[in-house]
C-alpha cells in the first residue's frame, strides 16, 4: 500500500501508538501552538469530576498522547488528558487572556503565590478517591483499607515507589473532612507505570470502585456536600447534578444509618435534575452502581431555573379573564398552535401559570446543591485546552442564568435549610457577584454561613470583596468602571453591551458614606475559595446559604401578567410546553408519561399470595403501599422509598414533575410471560412466578418477605453458588437442609440469605436473588444495566473474599 493510499484511520491509529505527530495547520504559526483548534469547544460547565471517564467503567479508553512537536520557541508541556484534539504545549514567551485577567483581578497576594498558582496549573492532577460512608458498605470499605494499607501507609521497609523518570512519588495523604485519600501521581502516570507497587495501586483501586466501596471524585467536587451536611432525614436537590459525583455523594450521605422510614428506608430522599435528557441517562447509570440505594432516588429532567415546587399546587392566570377560564384559555391556544401546523411559530399565549400560595411559597427541600454551569477554567489541570480559548466574555454569558438558578434554588428551599452555590470557576464575575446579588435580592431572608468549621483539614481562601468587570476586545483587555460606562461606550459591540448586568460590579463596601450614613456590605468574606496550591487541587468557589425567614414579594396582578405575556420571548412558552405535553402547570400530561403510578390491584395481591406466606403478610401488605409501574402492562415494578413517594409521588404537585427514573426494580416479568396485568401464582415457563426477583431489589424485600421462600444458607453453599456464577448448580450439591427446602418451594425466585453460625445473618453477604429451575437447579441470574457489564462479576467476588476471611477467621 502507498503511502498516499494511506486511510486515515491508519494515520489516527499510528499517533494513538505514539508515533510521528500530524503536521500543524495550514496557517499555524511558527513556534506558536501547533494542534489545529477544533471547531467546537465544550467546557466542563455542569461538574468538575476528574474521573468520571476512568478506569472501571469502559466509557473511554485513554491512550498516551503523541509527543509534543519540536520549535525554536520554548514551550511548557501541559497535562495529559483523554482529549487528543487540542493542542498540548503553550509558548511560554506569550501571556494568555487567562493570566492577564486573573493578575488585574488580583485573586492571590503576591507574585511568589502566582508563580506556585501557574505552576501547579500546568501540573497534572493528582489520583483522589472516597471510601462510601453507607451502612450496607462497612464491611467492604474494612475489607478495603485491611488490603489496601501497605499501598496508603507505606512503612519503612516499603520503598517508596518511582515514577518512570525517576521521581520518587510522595506518599498518600489521607483527607479526613471527606473519608478520601489523595494520591501523589495522576491518573494517566498510575495507569501506564512500569512501577509495581503504582501499578498494584491501579489493581485495588479498580477493584473496588467497581463494587462501590471508593469513588474516584476531585478534592473540590466533594467540597459541596461535605459542607452541606446531609442527614438520613433530608430531603436533597441536586439541580444540575450530571455526572452525579455529587448526587452518589448525598446518596451515600442518606443511607449512613441514623433515621429511617418505612421498612428500614430512610427517611429523606435525593431529587437530581439536569438540563439534558442524554446526561440524565447518564447519570441514572452512575446512580445505579449504588444498587438497592437507589429506593430513595429520583432523576429528573428540567431546567434548573425553573425547577417546579411539588408541594404546591399551580393557578392558572388568563389576561384580562378570571382564573377560573384560565385552564379554557390554555386549552384553545395549544389547539390553535396544533393547527397551524409549525410548532415554532406559535401564537402568543395569553395566559400564564404561577405556582399557588402567593409569589414565593414555601420550599420542599431541607439541602440543595447548585453547582450552576461556569466557564470551568478552574478546571485547567484537566482540560488545558481552556489555556488558549478562554475569554473572559464566557463568564459575562453565563452570569444571568446563574443568578436565575440561585434564586431558584433559594425559592425550593425550607425555611431553616441550607443551600451551596458552587462553580469550578476563580471568575469573581460568577461566583462573588453572583452570590452579593442573590443576598440583595432576598434581603433578611437568607444569610451567608461561614462553612471553615465543617471542613476541618481543607485550606481555604476567603472570597472577594472586590473585582474588575473586564473584557477583551480585538485581543486588547478593556476595565469597565461601571454598568452605566460601558452602556455608553460606542466603541463596544451592541451584543457585548447587551451581556452587561450592573449585578456584575462589587457592591459597596461596609463603612460610612460621605452623607453619613452607615452601610454594611455582604459579608463575601464568608465563601469558600479553593486555589491548587493550597491542596494540589482544582479552583474551586462555594458559599453556603442559610434560608432563614420565607421570601418576600408582591402577588402579580392580571394586569401585570398580561405585560409580562407580552415580553419578547414570551410566546416561546407554548411550544415547550407542547414538546412535553402540556404547558407546566397547566394541561396535565398523559397519566404514564414520566409518572409512576401505582401497579395494578391485581398483580400487587399476587405478589403479596407468592412473598407473603410464612408470616410476612402484613409487612408486604406495607410494602406494596410502595409499588409503582410506568407501562400499562406491568413489565416492571419499582419500589420508591417512602421519603421519595411522599415527595416526588403524593405530593400535590407532582404530577409535575418529569421523571426519568427513580427507586429500585424490584420484580420485572419474564421474557416467556405475555399479556395483561400479571395475574395470579400461576404461569411463566415451567410453572414459575410470572415475575423475576432482581439482584437490587433482593435487599429491599428481604425486609418484608416471610419465610415461605426464603432460603438461609451457609457460607458453603453460598460460595458454591457465587463461584458458578450464571450456571445452574443442582441440588444435590448443598447441604441436606438447603436442598430439602427447596424441593419444598415452587419454580420461582427465591430470597436466599447468608446464615450465621449460632443463628442470625451477617453483612458479608446481602440478600441474593436466586432462580429455582424446574429442572431442580438453583442460578444466581443477576440483571445489569448497561456500562455496568462488569459489576456482577465484581460483586461476587468481593462477597466470596469477605467469606473467606470470616472463615479463616473462624466466623463461620
Same mark, same amino acid.
Given at each position: 500500500m502507498g503511502k498516499r493510499n494511506r486511510s486515515r484511520a491508519m494515520v489516527l491509529a499510528r499517533k494513538r501508538r505514539g508515533g510521528a505527530p500530524a503536521k500543524p495547520a495550514a496557517g499555524a504559526k511558527d513556534g506558536g501552538d501547533a494542534g489545529a483548534i477544533p471547531n467546537k469547544? %465544550?467546557?466542563?460547565?455542569?461538574?468538575?469530576?476528574?474521573?468520571?471517564?476512568?478506569?472501571?467503567?469502559?466509557?473511554?479508553?485513554? =491512550?498516551?498522547?503523541?509527543?509534543?512537536?519540536?520549535?525554536?520557541?520554548?514551550?511548557?508541556?501541559?497535562?495529559?488528558? #483523554?482529549?487528543?484534539?487540542?493542542?498540548?504545549?503553550?509558548?511560554?514567551?506569550? %501571556?494568555?487572556?487567562?493570566?492577564?485577567? !486573573?493578575?488585574?483581578?488580583?485573586?492571590?497576594?503576591?507574585?511568589?503565590?502566582?508563580?506556585?498558582?501557574?505552576?501547579?496549573l500546568r501540573a497534572p492532577l493528582p489520583v483522589t478517591f472516597r471510601m462510601s460512608i453507607m451502612a450496607s458498605h462497612r464491611a467492604g470499605v474494612e475489607e478495603a483499607l485491611r488490603e489496601g494499607k501497605r499501598l496508603l501507609t507505606p512503612g519503612a521497609e516499603n520503598p517508596r515507589p518511582r515514577t518512570d523518570d525517576g521521581r520518587v512519588v510522595p506518599p498518600p495523604r489521607r483527607l479526613d473532612w471527606c473519608d478520601g485519600w489523595q494520591l501523589g501521581v495522576d491518573k494517566m502516570t498510575l495507569k501506564y507505570s512500569r512501577d509495581a507497587t503504582l501499578r498494584e495501586t491501579q489493581r485495588w483501586l479498580v477493584k473496588h470502585n467497581s463494587t462501590g466501596v471508593l469513588t474516584r471524585q476531585a478534592v473540590d467536587s466533594m467540597v459541596p456536600a461535605a459542607i452541606l451536611g446531609v442527614e438520613p432525614h433530608h430531603a436533597v436537590l441536586d439541580l444540575c447534578a450530571s455526572p452525579g459525583s455529587k448526587t452518589t455523594q448525598c446518596l451515600e450521605a442518606l443511607h449512613a444509618g441514623g433515621e429511617t422510614g418505612g421498612g428500614g428506608a430512610p427517611a429523606g430522599c435525593v431529587a437530581a435534575n439536569d438540563i439534558d435528557p442524554r446526561r440524565c441517562y447518564f447519570l441514572v447509570r452512575r446512580c445505579a452502581a449504588l444498587g438497592a440505594a437507589t429506593q430513595a432516588l429520583m432523576v429528573?429532567?428540567?431546567?434548573?431555573?425553573?425547577?417546579?415546587?411539588?408541594?404546591?399546587?399551580?393557578?392558572?392566570?388568563?389576561?384580562? %379573564?378570571?382564573?377560573?377560564?384560565?385552564?379554557?384559555a390554555i386549552a384553545k391556544?395549544?389547539?390553535?398552535?396544533?393547527?397551524?401546523?409549525?410548532?415554532?411559530?406559535?401564537?402568543?399565549?395569553?395566559?400564564?401559570?404561577?405556582?399557588?400560595?402567593?409569589?414565593?411559597?414555601?420550599?420542599?427541600?431541607?439541602r440543595i446543591i447548585c453547582d450552576v454551569p461556569c466557564s470551568g477554567d478552574g478546571t485547567l489541570r484537566k482540560n488545558p485546552q481552556i489555556w488558549s480559548e478562554w475569554r473572559p466574555e464566557f463568564a459575562m454569558g453565563l452570569h444571568a442564568l446563574q443568578l436565575r438558578i440561585a434564586q431558584r434554588g433559594v425559592a425550593l428551599l425550607k425555611v431553616g435549610g441550607?443551600? =451551596?452555590?458552587?462553580?469550578? #470557576?476563580?471568575?469573581?464575575?460568577?461566583?462573588?457577584? /453572583?452570590?452579593?446579588?442573590?443576598?440583595?435580592?432576598?434581603?433578611?431572608?437568607?444569610?451567608?454561613?461561614?462553612?471553615?468549621?465543617?471542613?476541618?483539614?481543607?485550606?481555604?481562601?476567603?472570597?472577594?470583596?472586590?473585582?474588575? /468587570?473586564?473584557?477583551? =476586545?480585538?485581543?486588547?483587555?478593556?476595565? &469597565?468602571?461601571? !454598568?452605566?460606562?460601558?452602556?455608553?461606550?460606542?466603541?463596544l459591540g451592541v451584543g457585548l453591551r447587551r451581556a452587561f448586568r450592573p449585578s456584575m460590579w462589587p457592591p459597596v463596601a461596609s463603612g460610612v458614606t460621605r452623607l453619613g450614613v452607615r452601610v454594611r456590605g455582604p459579608p463575601l468574606r464568608r465563601c469558600v475559595r479553593l486555589v491548587p496550591q493550597d491542596g494540589d487541587m482544582g479552583g474551586f468557589f462555594a *458559599?453556603?446559604?442559610?434560608?432563614?425567614?420565607?421570601l418576600r414579594g408582591p402577588s402579580p396582578t392580571s394586569e401585570g401578567v398580561s405585560t409580562a405575556m407580552k415580553a419578547p420571548g414570551a410566546s416561546a412558552i407554548v411550544p415547550r410546553a407542547m414538546a412535553i405535553g402540556g404547558l407546566v402547570g397547566g394541561v396535565p400530561r398523559p397519566p404514564l408519561e414520566h409518572r409512576y403510578v401505582p401497579a395494578p390491584e391485581e398483580v400487587l395481591d399476587a405478589l403479596t399470595r407468592e412473598w407473603g406466606g410464612g408470616g410476612g403478610g402484613d409487612a408486604m401488605r406495607e410494602m406494596c403501599a410502595c409499588l409503582f409501574t410506568r407501562s400499562t402492562s406491568c413489565r416492571r415494578v419499582t419500589y420508591l422509598s417512602p421519603g421519595i413517594k411522599k415527595?416526588?409521588?403524593?405530593?400535590?404537585?407532582?404530577?409535575?414533575?418529569?421523571?426519568?427514573?427513580?427507586?429500585?426494580? =424490584?420484580?420485572?416479568?419474564?421474557?416467556? /410471560?405475555?399479556?395483561?396485568?400479571?395475574?395470579?401464582?400461576?404461569?411463566?415457563?415451567?410453572?414459575?412466578?410470572?415475575?423475576?426477583?432482581?439482584?437490587?431489589? *433482593?435487599?429491599?424485600?428481604?425486609? &418484608?418477605?416471610g419465610d415461605a421462600r426464603r432460603l438461609l444458607m451457609p457460607a458453603r453453599d453460598v460460595k458454591q453458588l457465587l463461584r458458578d456464577l450464571g450456571a445452574d448448580v443442582p441440588l444435590k450439591a448443598f447441604t441436606p437442609a438447603v436442598a430439602n427446602a427447596a424441593r419444598a418451594m415452587t419454580p420461582g425466585s427465591v430470597l436466599c440469605e447468608l446464615k450465621k453460625v449460632g443463628g442470625g445473618s451477617d453483612d458479608a453477604c446481602p440478600p441474593l436473588a436466586v432462580e429455582?429451575?424446574?429442572?431442580?437447579?438453583?442460578?444466581?441470574?443477576?440483571?445489569?444495566?448497561?456500562?455496568?457489564?462488569g459489576a456482577p462479576k465484581a460483586a461476587a467476588a468481593a462477597i466470596l473474599r469477605k467469606l473467606d476471611a470470616n472463615s479463616r477467621d473462624g466466623g463461620y
Open positions: 469547544i %465544550t467546557f466542563d460547565d455542569d461538574d468538575d469530576d476528574d474521573d468520571d471517564d476512568d478506569d472501571g467503567d469502559g466509557d473511554v479508553r485513554e =491512550v498516551p498522547p503523541p509527543p509534543p512537536p519540536r520549535a525554536p520557541d520554548e514551550k511548557i508541556v501541559l497535562p495529559r488528558t #483523554s482529549a487528543p484534539w487540542f493542542s498540548r504545549t503553550l509558548s511560554a514567551r506569550s %501571556t494568555t487572556h487567562f493570566e492577564e485577567y !486573573y493578575r488585574r483581578q488580583n485573586i492571590l497576594a503576591d507574585e511568589r503565590e502566582w508563580s506556585a498558582f501557574l505552576a501547579h429528573t429532567n428540567h431546567h434548573a431555573q425553573w425547577f417546579p415546587n411539588g408541594n404546591v399546587p399551580l393557578t392558572t392566570v388568563a389576561g384580562g %379573564t378570571t382564573p377560573g377560564r384560565g385552564r379554557d391556544a395549544i389547539a390553535k398552535a396544533k393547527a397551524n401546523g409549525a410548532p415554532g411559530s406559535a401564537p402568543l399565549a395569553p395566559f400564564a401559570t404561577r405556582e399557588d400560595g402567593g409569589r414565593y411559597p414555601e420550599g420542599s427541600f431541607d441550607y443551600m =451551596v452555590y458552587s462553580t469550578c #470557576s476563580f471568575n469573581p464575575v460568577e461566583n462573588e457577584a /453572583v452570590v452579593a446579588e442573590l443576598l440583595r435580592r432576598c434581603g433578611d431572608a437568607i444569610e451567608l454561613v461561614d462553612a471553615s468549621d465543617r471542613v476541618k483539614g481543607l485550606r481555604r481562601r476567603e472570597g472577594m470583596t472586590t473585582w474588575k /468587570v473586564i473584557t477583551t =476586545v480585538d485581543d486588547e483587555i478593556l476595565e &469597565h468602571a461601571s !454598568y452605566e460606562d460601558c452602556q455608553r461606550d460606542a466603541s *458559599a453556603l446559604i442559610r434560608k432563614v425567614k420565607p415527595m416526588c409521588v403524593d405530593a400535590i404537585g407532582a404530577e409535575r414533575l418529569k421523571c426519568v427514573w427513580s427507586g429500585v426494580r =424490584v420484580w420485572e416479568k419474564r421474557d416467556d /410471560v405475555r399479556g395483561g396485568g400479571g395475574g395470579g401464582g400461576g404461569g411463566g415457563g415451567g410453572g414459575a412466578f410470572p415475575y423475576r426477583l432482581t439482584k437490587e431489589g *433482593a435487599v429491599v424485600l428481604a425486609r &418484608h418477605a429455582l429451575t424446574p429442572e431442580g437447579t438453583l442460578r444466581v441470574e443477576w440483571r445489569y444495566r448497561k456500562g455496568l457489564e
